[in-house]
């Protein structure tokens, strides 16, 4: 009877070893290769629902434009789904726009995009020194993901050197310095007008010239017109895409002292009010 029992006891152990479960990290061939067939949670969920997210080409986050330039913040984004995206203002938290949806009164805010694009973009017309302030492009994901913009809007003027009015005598040379002090923009090119038309430096008048200076601080622009004749007498206005333009009026003479024209209206008020006083005194010593 021992060899007997000897016997079923070995048996017993083969069978609870072949049942037993594996100690952790030691799983069976058989078990690993049931299991590499299985997605695990992590994979089925991403494949269901795609990850939305921002474009890495959505930069710039800082924009700067200048008064009256139409500005567009960027905003790209991928897999965006049935999801929603919308602008808000963060310093009144106002809702801009929802989709292509605008929720403000003020026509100069709307979105710009391509329906083949993934970009939507607020554009904002005639930009104005209120403007400025951050932005937020946001995406009703969970949770939610947003992108700031922040815009500076510089209130910039090109200014003309001297006084609003210049006089040159006939056959002198009329010198005109404009000036676009812009340290955060980059410079830019100005264009010269007399009268409503923009100069031609090639035309047969002749003796026109244009220099121009680019640097860190802006642009300078000066404009020459030698043997100054009564046609180019008129308003001349320099203008560049970035700055709010100048004007100047230049009156060319011939030979008559500049004084004599901005004091002779005044001369007149004074010969006025002289005779007025001595009216009123004669009436009053003959009363």
């Not at 984004?77 to 801009?96: E, Q």
């Amino acid at each position: 009877m021992a060899p007997f029992h000897g016997m079923a006891f070995i048996l017993l152990g083969i069978g609870y070893l072949l049942h037993a479960e594996p100690p952790s990290g030691h799983r069976s061939l058989a078990s690993q290769r049931l299991d590499e067939g299985k997605p695990d949670k992590g994979e089925r969920s991403q494949r269901g629902t795609k990850r939305t997210y921002f474009c890495k080409d959505s930069k710039p986050e800082n924009v700067t434009a200048v008064v009256g330039q139409t500005v567009v913040l960027l905003c790209c984004v991928k897999n965006l789904g049935n999801r929603t995206v919308s602008w808000i203002r963060k310093k009144d938290l106002h809702i801009l726009t929802s989709m292509s949806v605008t929720y403000t009164s003020d026509a100069r805010f709307t979105i710009d995009r391509n329906p083949e694009q993934d970009d939507w973009n607020l554009r904002i017309d005639y930009a104005q020194p209120r403007d400025a302030g951050i932005y937020e492009c946001q995406v009703n994901t969970e949770p939610k993901i947003y992108r700031a913009v922040t815009l500076k809007v510089l209130d910039v003027q090109a200014k003309i050197t001297g006084s609003d009015e210049m006089y040159v005598k006939k056959g002198s040379t009329i010198g005109l310095t404009c000036v676009v002090d812009a340290q955060d923009i980059p410079p830019s090119n100005v264009t010269w007008y007399h009268a409503g038309a923009v100069i031609d430096f090639d035309g047969p008048r002749g003796g026109v010239f244009l220099e121009t200076e680019k640097g860190k601080n802006g642009t300078t622009s000066k404009l020459l017109i030698t043997r100054a004749q009564f046609e180019d007498s008129g308003n001349y206005t320099c203008v560049s895409s970035k700055v709010a333009p100048a004007s100047v009026m230049v009156h060319v003479l011939n030979g008559e002292h500049p004084a004599a024209m901005q004091h002779g209206g005044t001369g007149n008020i004074n010969r006025r009010a002289i005779l007025f006083s001595l009216v009123l005194l004669v009436d009053t010593i003959f009363r």
